[in-house]
């Protein structure tokens, strides 16, 4: 027995020990009012002889929207890929080729800009298909690519042979406009259908109706419109009270959290009935822990990539999605009655209590209340008649169990897992060809945060002199998100500068489209990654092209780890009160938060692509960074 494998085993005795038995999962007095609407799903477009030709034709579009607070209903214009919010859904099975000629017909970008580093050209686009184990260049999963107004652009993507099954989803993914146009609804599925020996072929899988749920933030100004940034931001942050964030510039305005662009929608099931609902948390910057009222949510896949054997939840037992997650969930419906999906409080379940959730659910880790995130990039409106916040338990989609009484199985025993991965065995057992250790940190008010410089990470100070008002283009930004090598760690300063404790790194902080973070990542070659936040909040990391398997969430092993491509990395504890009594970052009492990983840079993939933060808005403003896959 390796000593890897004797500490897993010891952990999951520790691990049980710290089940949270202690949270008892509850009635949900939730505040949306069905709106008695069955949920509607997005039209599909599926392939045809092994390829998918289709045509979005994007520009701003009129939908109708309700107020998931105040059941007002209002038109919104916002961009689009087809019209609807969100997109179509794509079906294509492993082996086909995705065409799409992805025509722009948004407006010209505004004329007063500031730089690249910035949030900068709304109106310039292109598609990312995200899970993809896909080619990351040429017309194909290429996030550097810009699809500019008035022009057409093709889209071409071979999807492997041997690609897995599931579920996974397309949004543009143009830095600097990614936030702006998720706001507008820009997102949807693609499923990847399997064959004999997938997920999609065991029996009481296949004999289960199938739902696709995807749920999205849309915002819009009180005209209806998706506000752009103010170009006077100083800030990433943004209140109604404050004119500096980058959010500012429309003070008043909107939000739904839709489900399949509806709020609170109908779902129907008969008593015993089985269904498979694949749900998507296409949110911008939304964390929602997602829980069925009196219903077990029975686990087949994370981000659509099939776990070795059914996983049962407790029944009202929530599975918490970062922005970007996906869940592949089997519902065995109780008696006739009413139920809610809901999302609960990502604070914890009851908001400011001493529990919270794992990030990771049943891992048993780190149940800890955490930095929400939800709106805080964002002003909200601040008139009494309008959805102020997310008002928690929020229903997503109300369930109506009614009719004639069925009794169909769930699946038992092991799972087709994908042969396209390597099995976690292997991963677990294979010696790492390279180790990393990434860092999320986050610098606020160059000279302002708290009297004593200390308080701020030691690379913020260089990073702020180097991250100038000139790279800001004109205004200097008083946040710096950053994603980081936590293995380039500066040199001590000469002069003893209390606001540049460490000078001379060596990499950039913030997203270089011309120099990649790594260039040493060869393909074929496994690796071990450490994920750190150093910041107070969730961020939940995303990379493209090659899944990985999560192993360790705060430096306890996982139970049983788990494939994924993007997992929310934990915030620091203890958590800041807000009582005026927390701590700064770098308190020797700070527990800095962590994901670990192992993954195979699969071997027909060279090229560049990215990693970043899945809170887009974060995204856009440097928190993420280029990575290079060479050939061996
Ligand atoms: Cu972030």
């Known amino acids: 027995m390796s000593d890897n494998v004797r500490n897993r085993k010891k952990s999951i005795l520790y691990i049980s020990i710290l089940v949270f038995c202690f949270i008892s999962y509850s009635v949900y007095e939730a505040t949306t009012q069905p709106s008695g609407e069955d ?3 997005p039209i599909v477009i599926e392939s045809v002889d092994g390829i998918l030709d289709t045509t979005f034709d994007m520009n701003i579009s009129t939908n109708f929207l309700e107020d998931g607070g105040t059941g007002q209903i209002r038109q919104v214009n916002t961009p689009t890929f087809t019209g609807t919010i969100p997109g179509p859904t794509l079906r294509v099975k492993p082996g086909d080729r995705i065409l799409i000629n992805m025509i722009n017909n948004f407006p010209e970008n505004p004329e007063t800009q500031r730089n690249g580093a910035f949030p900068h050209n709304p109106y310039t686009t292109n598609f990312h298909f995200h899970g993809g184990s ?11 690519r810009r699809m500019e107004p008035g022009t057409e652009n093709l889209v071409d993507i ?13 949004h543009p993914h143009k830095h600097g406009a990614v936030s702006f146009q998720f706001f507008g609804g820009m997102a949807g599925f693609i499923i990847v259908e399997g064959g004999e020996g997938t997920l999609d072929t065991v029996p009481e899988v296949q004999d289960a109706e199938e739902k696709l749920i995807l749920f999205n933030i849309v915002r819009t100004d009180q005209q209806g419109n998706v506000p752009f940034v103010n170009q006077i931001a100083t800030q990433q942050n943004s209140t109604p009270s404050d004119s500096l964030g980058i959010w500012s510039t429309y003070q008043n305005s909107f939000m739904y959290l839709l489900t399949n662009g509806q709020t609170n929608p109908v779902i129907r099931m008969k008593p015993g ?17 997602v829980a069925l009222e009196g219903h077990q949510l029975n686990l087949l896949a994370n981000d659509g990539i099939t776990v070795p054997e059914m996983v049962t939840f407790e029944t009202g037992e929530p599975y918490v999605m970062a922005s970007g997650n996906r869940a592949d969930l089997l519902i065995k419906a109780g008696s006739s009655g009413t139920y809610k999906l809901v999302a609960l409080n990502p604070d914890g ?6 529990i919270g959730w794992s990030v990771i659910t049943q891992s048993g880790i780190d149940p800890s209340p955490r930095t929400a995130r939800i709106g805080f990039d964002f002003p909200i409106v601040s008139g009494e008649t309008l959805l102020q916040e997310i008002t928690y338990p929020y229903t997503l989609a109300t369930l109506i169990v009614e009719g004639e009484e069925m009794d169909m199985p769930l699946p038992n025993g092991p799972l087709p897992v994908p042969d396209a991965l390597p099995s976690i065995e292997t991963q677990l057992d294979t010696t790492p060809d390279a180790e990393r250790t990434v860092a999320w940190e986050i610098c606020g008010t160059r000279f302002a945060m708290g009297s004593d410089p200390s308080d701020r990470l030691p690379s913020c100070g260089w990073y702020f002199d180097l991250y100038n008002a000139d790279y800001w283009g004109g205004l200097e930004m008083t946040n710096l998100l950053m994603m980081r090598d936590a293995n380039d760690e500066g040199k001590p300063n000469p002069v003893d500068d209390p606001l540049i404790p460490r ?5 950039e902080g913030l997203f270089d489209a011309n120099e990649p973070l790594f260039d040493n990542m060869v393909a074929g070659n496994f690796e071990e990654w450490t994920i750190i936040n150093r910041s107070f909040s969730d961020h939940p990391f995303h990379i493209h092209i090659n899944p990985f398997l999560l192993t360790h969430i705060n430096g306890k092993p996982l139970p049983q780890p788990e494939y994924r491509d993007t997992v929310l990395v934990p915030g620091a504890t203890p958590q800041p009160t807000g009582g005026g009594n927390s701590l700064p970052i770098t308190d020797p009492g700070v527990t800095f938060g962590s994901v670990t990983f ?9 090229g560049q692509t990215v990693m970043h933060c ?3 808005s974060h995204e856009d403003v440097g928190m993420m960074q280029r990575i290079d896959i060479i050939e061996p």
């Open 503 to 507: 000078i001379n790194y060596e990499k």
């Open 349 to 354: 379940p009851n908001g400011d209590s001493d």
């Open 598 to 606: 192992r993954t195979e840079l699969e071997a027909s993939f060279t």
């Open 134 to 144: 896909v080619n990351p260049g040429d017309n194909a999963d290429n996030v550097f």
């Open 39 to 41: 949920l509607t799903e």
């Open 614 to 616: 899945h809170i887009l």
């Open 273 to 289: 009935e089985v269904q498979r609902w694949r749900v998507l948390n296409a949110g911008s910057g939304v964390t929602l822990v």
């Open 158 to 170: 071979d999807v492997p042979p041997g690609h897995q099954s599931g579920t996974f989803w397309y």
